[in-house]
């Protein structure tokens, strides 16, 4: 707090990158000092900690109306709430997202939406003409679904006798993974890669005859617009800031097994376009906020 309160003393406004860890002691600050408050607000920080620490079960959107929750997630809610609540502008990077904020007592007027730079990493893919290749990328955390795409391989397998399941990524469910490959006997058809760096988590990506991701909640997909830059055919889940990424034809329900296997399938076929070497840049990205920015100091002369 002190080195915030002493940096902020000369500044006409405080940008918070979060509404919780960065976002509390900025509104403190702001408050004392009398400085305008800006936010970033990437996701719901407390339905992200209450479902990893706290026994939250419920998905993102049905926790924005339930609040029969432990305190400490109560706690969260009521800080992230109040921190957005007291900011001239909250930055989101969805539409998605904005509606989740707005749905926190804001006026739409007050929630701008800037999409992440997400930066295009040219790279050669694997040869691997025997075979075909579902790939996956994400944090392995329990509602990113990863478990789904391993159940439905077997009868995928069926179908497809040269089918490879390709995981990218680590997290906290990693063994409840590895063990749900043992006991299918999946061995030689599922790959669990643990943390890859970025280049070759694109090389992966650029590798894939069908990208999936079954998540029940993104706010803003990267690994969606990577793979899709990349030039594989893209399959997501109807969730979140997904649809924002996706065509229509493309999305699917939430852990649906039968619809996504009919989507991969469909898909697993397509031919694959040409890398696209552009999509949301950086300079873009850090334009607009700085215009944003600017105008709320601007309206105090």
């Known amino acids: 707090l002190y080195l915030l309160w002493k940096n902020a003393k000369d500044a006409e406004i405080i940008y918070a990158m979060g509404p919780v860890n960065a976002g509390f002691p900025a509104l403190i600050v702001a408050k004392l000092a009398g400085k305008k408050l800006a936010t970033k607000i990437v996701g719901d920080y407390a339905w992200e900690q209450g479902v ?22 109560k706690l969260l ?40 730079e997400v930066e295009y990493v040219p790279v050669n893919p694997i040869e691997h003409k025997d075979e075909k290749w579902v790939v996956s990328v994400g944090r392995l955390i329990s509602w990113k679904g990863m478990d789904t795409l391993i159940e439905i391989m077997p009868d995928l397998l069926k179908k497809i006798h040269n089918l490879k399941l390709k995981i990218v990524g680590d997290g906290p469910v990693i063994e409840d993974l590895r063990k749900k490959v043992k006991d299918l006997n999946l061995e030689n058809s599922v790959e669990l890669t643990g943390n890859l760096s970025k280049e070759k988590a694109s090389v992966y990506m650029a590798s894939a005859d069908v990208f999936v991701l079954n998540s029940g ?8 617009i990577e793979a899709h830059n990349q030039g594989a055919p893209v399959l997501a889940s109807r969730a979140g800031g997904n649809a924002e990424v996706v065509a229509g034809d493309a999305l699917f329900e939430y852990n649906n097994k039968e619809e996504i296997k009919e989507k991969i399938l469909a898909n697993i076929n397509t031919p694959k376009r040409e890398p696209m070497k552009h999509g949301f840049l950086r300079h873009n990205m850090i334009d607009e906020t700085r215009q944003i920015l600017q105008s709320l100091c601007k309206l105090d002369k």
């Open 52 to 73: 990893q620490r706290f026994g939250v079960k419920d998905l993102i959107d049905d926790f924005q109306v339930k609040n029969n929750y432990s305190f400490w997630v």
């Open 77 to 116: 809610k009521w800080i992230e709430k109040k921190v957005a609540q007291n900011s001239s502008r909250v930055i989101v990077p969805s539409l998605y997202l904005k509606g989740i904020v707005v749905g926190w007592g804001l006026s739409v007027h007050c929630v701008s939406v800037v999409y992440n």
């Open 217 to 224: 909640y993104e706010g803003y997909s990267h690994v969606l």
